[in-house]
């Protein structure tokens, strides 16, 4: 299957620190998702982005689909910001209607004062 | 407009019990997912239903789960009986036309399974 590889795994940042975070992926996908895992659990989606540039606020990510990446980017951080980040693909090669996301192993972000 | 919606939030079991959760999708969505997520690891997909037909099941460990989605919107997933390994936080994640592309998944609160 598919394979997921996210960085750094871990990330220490001061308040108001930009940063930067990586997903690369094994094959050509139709479906990118990025989520921020809250301390509570609740996954919630940051971006819809199979390929292509957005923007929503401090948080921006773009998808080169053909060199098989996406980058997050996070600009003057916040403490609430803090959390885990997974980046979450479907492949093109997956058939008959299923839609699964295989997930990265996160990138866990910590935000201090 | 209203999330995905899931019940209880956390559940503590002894092994060899039975357990079930409920999730009610976004309105609308036609396709419904339930994710096991261990701690530290990603989700990972256990069924897709798209309406009340079962789209992808791969990943479901039948011996001793089961989920159903009767009418194309609830769903419930069932575990009989439960093992230590069952441990994990259980998510249901819907899709479709509203609220964003039809393939952007989005997920609900979850249960914490604890088994004893």
């Known amino acids: 299957g598919i394979q997921v590889e996210q960085s750094p795994p871990d990330l220490i940042l001061q308040e108001g620190a930009n940063s930067t975070l990586r997903c690369n992926f094994s094959?050509?996908?139709?479906?990118l998702q990025w989520f921020h895992q809250n301390p509570w659990g609740q996954l919630i989606n940051l971006f819809y982005?199979?390929?292509g540039t957005k923007q929503n606020g401090r948080l921006s990510a773009t998808t080169v689909a053909t060199e098989r990446y996406s980058l997050l980017y996070i600009s003057s951080s916040q403490t609430t910001d803090s959390g885990v980040y997974f980046c979450?693909?479907?492949?093109?090669?997956?058939?008959?209607?299923?839609?699964?996301?295989?997930f990265g192993t996160g990138t866990q972000l910590k935000v201090e004062l | 407009e209203a999330g995905v919606a899931q019940s209880p939030r956390y559940k503590i079991i002894e092994k060899r019990q039975s357990v079930a959760f409920w999730c009610n999708p976004i309105?609308?969505?036609?396709?419904l997912y339930w994710y096991q997520q261990i701690l530290g690891q990603g989700p990972k997909l256990l069924i897709q239903f798209q309406n009340n037909g079962v789209v992808d099941d791969s990943q479901l460990p039948k011996d001793r789960f089961s989920a159903e989605r009767l009418k194309g919107v609830d769903s419930t997933l069932k575990i009989q009986p439960a093992k230590l390994e069952d441990s994990a936080v259980y998510l249901c994640?819907?899709?479709?036309?509203?609220?964003?592309?039809?393939?952007?998944?989005?997920f609900g609160p979850g249960t914490r399974l604890t088994v004893l």
């Open positions: 979450a693909v479907k492949p093109w090669s997956l058939t008959g209607g299923g839609n699964k996301l295989t």
């Open positions: 094959d050509s996908v139709n479906n």
């Open positions: 982005i199979p390929s």
């Open positions: 994640a819907s899709s479709g036309l509203r609220g964003g592309s039809y393939n952007e998944q989005f």
């Open positions: 309105s609308g969505h036609a396709t």
